[in-house]
């Protein structure tokens, strides 16, 4: 008895008489995420605290951090921003503990007008402190050239 294989070599064809494709396109794929990216590079700069501050210079380097910190800002007539809620000096940290989400763990950055007095800032950093919160941050922006030296 002889079996016949139909020619193909035992290997056997779909109802059209073709192999199926064992391809994906990614194209498509490709695509979205190019649009994506374009979209998220645009939103990015727009999701920064919207109190205008004249933030001072520095030569720090950006401290790195995986969630988004609580931001204090002082603007140059001394009024203080809870995020972007304007809040008085007595009333910052209630609010502070209750809207932080990791306890006393929370990062908090504390923007500040250059022309701001230095014992406005220190007053709100020392209110903050003792209320237990160990991660407090002052937020400059980076000197474009060197100073001199002396």
Do not use: H
């Not at 109802?15 to 494709?21: D, N, Q």
């Not at 800002?73 to 809620?85: C, M, P, R, V």
């Not at 006393?104 to 237990?132: K, L």
């Amino acid at each position: 008895m002889a079996f016949s294989s139909g020619g193909s070599g035992g290997r056997k064809r779909g109802k059209f008489g073709r192999a199926p494709m064992a391809e994906i396109n990614v194209t498509p794929m490709v695509d979205v995420m190019l649009v994506l990216l374009i979209v998220f590079m645009v939103a990015a700069p727009l999701l920064t605290v919207g109190v205008p501050v004249d933030l001072p210079k520095t030569q720090a380097a950006a401290l790195s951090g995986d969630n988004e910190p609580l931001t204090i800002s002082i603007d140059a007539k001394g009024q203080i921003f809870l995020q972007e809620t304007t809040v008085t000096a007595d009333e910052l940290v209630p609010r502070l503990t209750a809207i932080s989400k990791n306890g006393y763990e929370q990062r908090i950055f504390v923007r500040a007008d250059s022309q701001i007095d230095y014992g406005t800032v220190m007053d709100v950093m020392g209110r903050i402190s003792s209320a237990g919160f160990a991660k407090v941050g002052l937020v400059t922006e980076t000197q474009t050239d060197a100073p001199a030296k002396k």
